[in-house]
């Protein structure tokens, strides 16, 4: 039973050295997308229908899960939420900052005076 150790890391070491041959020179393509994809909104124009008026328990329940687990709408969510917090953070480092300070060099002279009667 020793001697599975052995082989496990055997074979991890050769993977991990073969995996820099796989190494690829593709890189991803510019692609232009009309300028009209990027002004557009989205959701002006009314549903055409609501699908509540199906009254199907089953249509209900699969669209219940695809609001719930859509990760690309709770991805958008987190980065409006990280931006808020970017937003507060930022104006709380770029807030006005007020300082005073007031030396009368009294404590200097002092200091002087001691050291010359000595």
């Keep these: 039973m020793k001697l599975l ?4 890391c055997l074979a991890v070491l050769l ?17 232009q997308y009309p300028d009209h994809w990027q002004t557009e909104t989205v959701g002006t124009a009314p549903a055409p ?3 509540l008026d199906f009254r199907d328990p089953a249509l209900n329940n699969w669209l219940h899960q695809v609001m719930t687990r859509n990760y ?14 970017n937003a507060e953070r930022t104006g709380i480092l770029a807030a006005p ?3 005073a300070r007031l030396n009368s060099g009294a404590g200097a002279r002092v200091i ?7």
């Design 5 to 8: 150790p052995f082989p496990l």
């Design 15 to 31: 993977c991990a050295g073969c995996g820099n041959m796989l190494k690829s020179e593709y890189q991803r393509p510019l692609i």
């Design 49 to 51: 229908f609501n699908w």
């Design 72 to 85: 690309d709408l709770a991805r958008a969510l987190l980065r409006v939420y990280h931006a808020q917090l």
């Design 97 to 99: 900052d007020l300082n």
């Design 112 to 118: 002087r005076a001691i050291i010359l009667a000595e």
